[in-house]
């Protein structure tokens, strides 16, 4: 079983369904609190070197980021193999995986 079919089995198990809408407004925030952690552990910039994330709330965002993709009917594996051809795609004929110029 994959995770995401993992995520969408502890959804459905404990009644956690809920729109897309608020899905998106729960990862938003679970990637909110990873900048808690790095606008903390840094010292509000001072230190950049000094990020530190704790592993369970990377947990939490991946979660609500394969709730979403759940939500939405969208293979999670599938999306992030064509964005890593995309990246491949631009470094190839740009040399830069970004989408700007």
Known sequence: MDDQQRVAAFVAEHGLET???YRLLDLVSEVGELGKEVTESTG??????????DRDELGDTLFALLALAEELDVDASAALEE????YERRLDERGTAGSGE
Not at 83 to 86: G, N
């Open 19 to 21: 729109p897309p809408a």
């Open 83 to 86: 964005s890593l051809e995309k």
């Open 44 to 53: 509000y910039g001072a230190s950049p070197g000094t990020v530190d994330i």
